[in-house]
């Protein structure tokens, strides 16, 4: 008997995966929307470079402490992917609220929770306070659609082109870096120069983003009816104690430290990014973050190039090995180069690095999601992608408040808005690279006897 057709089989899934990339688009603009503002944050409000780190790591802090990922996780296998992606949505909306209120001329000139949040920890400014609780709940509503958003591509493109899905995906997310970082500036100092504006419109694309949601869902209810409400990868139901295949497999551990090292050196990095250009090259912020919004432009161009290759002819794990050694060398250029060598050549340097860091941002994520369902059972697949990115959490939240600290720590005699030495973060970030290498080596050395599949293709003839 003929199969019957459904709408993932179709045309259609394209659609479902530009709704939920774009609502993700929305998303990174929002964590870095005040990136490209750190030295006004500075000079403006009174945020030092260890406020900002702080607030940085923030979107972390309910995710890691009170495990609301691994909830979260739980929650997408237990009530299903459209119950998470608009719960997710709706809390990326609250929590930009929350933190467009912090930012607002009323709070700040004594609005109502002002006196109760400055009355503690001083050195902590109100407004930090308040937006770091605001980016705390968004961080929720952020990681959980991450989450999602890797179970919708699984569950409309298994079997199909999955890397290039997900590289897609990735790919157009990460060009929402690219328009906050020439947007942000250019609102904030557009007439009088405010930070809160950049932040107004963010928000509002996020409202979008919660829409997009809404409209997915219809579309996936029609295909888990096409599907008698049961695909293939839920005919078992999920139980609390299957949580144990996930934590019992010392390869899903391999792949979570290998995440939250090359995330940690490149989602924390972009937090303090322009301000390090503008010192090393000696330009304005709003030049910096121009030139740093070419970063996702590798990523854009080439993670759904490695995304095809992958699944028509594999080589996972390789090109795991190869993006964490770029990614190592770009930090070590930004550490040591000296930029001084000439305005024309100290700008084609920064560029070239600024480009292969994106190309390396594209090998990386687009060869660790799509292996995640060839190392765990499909019913835990949720839980498997949330434990991952709680683990990645963890240094996400932490080396934000590192690198600021370290910042402090190594310019002690430098004043606020004058240029810092970068060096010594710069290393940091760098030898997240070397141990993720190595880890990517056993990897596929775990590979190569146990045969997941890592280096095969994704598409089945």
């Excluded at 780190?53 to 237990?78: P, R």
């Excluded at 096409?226 to 144990?244: K, N, V």
């Excluded at 030049?287 to 432009?297: D, G, K, L, R």
């Amino acid at each position: 008997m003929k199969q019957q057709t459904t709408l993932k089989d179709g045309f259609m899934r394209w659609p479902v995966l530009f709704l939920v990339s774009l609502t993700m688009f929305f998303a990174y603009m929002f964590v870095d929307v005040l990136s490209p503002l750190k030295t006004m944050l500075e000079t403006e409000i009174n945020w030092s470079s260890t406020t900002f780190g702080t607030y940085a790591g923030s979107e972390f802090f309910l995710n890691v402490f009170v495990f609301f990922l691994i909830f979260a996780g739980v929650i997408l296998d237990k009530m299903g992917i459209r119950f998470t992606a608009i719960l997710s949505g709706t809390l990326m909306v609250i929590g930009a609220g929350i933190k467009l209120y912090a930012l607002s001329e009323y709070f700040r000139s004594g609005g109502f929770g002002y006196e109760f949040l400055n009355s503690f920890i001083p050195s902590f400014p109100a407004t930090a306070k308040l937006a770091s609780v605001g980016f705390a709940i968004f961080g929720c509503g952020c990681e959980m659609g991450g989450v999602t958003v890797s179970r919708i591509l699984v569950k409309w493109f298994s079997g199909k082109q999955l890397a290039l899905a997900m590289g897609l995906e990735m790919a157009i997310a990460r060009l929402g870096v690219f328009a906050v970082f020439q947007l942000s500036p250019r609102l904030a100092n557009l007439g009088d120069p405010s930070i809160m504006r950049p932040v107004f419109v963010v928000s509002l694309l996020l409202c979008i983003g919660l829409i997009f949601y809404i409209l997915y869902s219809i579309l996936d209810k029609k295909l888990d009816e096409q599907l008698g409400e049961a695909s293939a990868d839920e005919e078992e139901p999920f139980r609390l104690s299957d949580l144990r295949l996930i934590a019992g497999s010392s390869v899903f551990w391999i792949v979570a430290l290998l995440c939250v090292l090359f995330y940690s050196a490149i989602f924390p990095f972009q937090k303090f990014s322009t301000e390090m250009i503008a010192n090393n090259l000696g330009v304005t912020t709003e030049v910096a973050a121009s030139i740093f919004s070419i970063f996702p432009m590798g990523a854009l161009f080439m993670t759904p190039i490695i995304g095809g290759i992958l699944d028509y002819y594999g080589k996972g794990a390789t090109m795991l090995m190869a993006g964490s050694i770029m990614m190592a060398g770009c930090h070590l250029v930004f550490a040591f180069y000296p930029f001084v060598l000439g305005e024309t050549v100290s700008y084609v340097v920064m560029i070239a690095t600024i480009v292969v860091l994106g190309v390396s941002f594209s090998l990386v994520p687009a060869s660790l999601w799509p292996s995640v369902p060839k190392l765990i059972d499909g019913k835990v697949l949720g839980s498997a992608y949330s434990a991952i990115f709680w683990v990645q959490n963890v240094g996400l939240l932490l080396v934000p408040m590192l690198i600021g600290a370290v910042l402090e720590a190594t310019n002690s005699s430098i004043q606020a808005g004058q240029p810092m030495d970068y060096k010594y973060a710069m290393v940091i970030f760098s030898s997240f690279g070397v141990i993720a290498f190595f880890l990517a080596f056993i990897l596929k050395t775990v590979d190569r006897k146990k045969g997941y599949g890592l280096e095969l293709p994704n598409v089945k003839k």
